[in-house]
């Protein structure tokens, strides 16, 4: 599976778009942490964050005993820049341009 499709099914479930969000605010953290944090079993996190790790939106990194999980943006990012940076990008300089046109026409303070 293409590395975009994997991400898009990644982020297709609003459990595992907590479990990022619980990593953006406090990267790093164990399982036993992130399940305390939703309500789904432990079985349940481990399953979700398989399917991120595989997109590549979830870095994990042992630790002595510990296991922990670490959000890698880039991913995301390159969805971005490939799905809507450029669909926005059009519609973002007409809003400059009419910026410009405004001030332009302010009569001097």
């Not at 939106?57 to 390159?78: C, D, M, T």
């Amino acid at each position: 599976m293409p590395d975009d499709d994997l991400v898009f099914k990644a982020l297709a479930d609003p459990a595992r778009r907590l479990l990022l969000d619980l990593l953006f605010a406090r990267d790093g953290r164990t399982l036993t942490e992130l399940e305390s944090e939703v309500d789904m079993s432990r079985f349940g996190v481990m399953k979700h964050l398989k399917l991120l790790e595989e997109a590549n939106l979830v870095v994990s990194r042992k630790e002595g005993r510990e296991k922990r999980h670490f959000l890698n943006p880039v991913p995301i990012r390159a969805v971005h820049d490939r799905w809507i940076g450029k669909f926005t990008e059009h519609q973002a300089a007409a809003l400059l341009d009419l910026k410009t046109e405004l001030e332009a026409k302010e009569p001097p303070s």
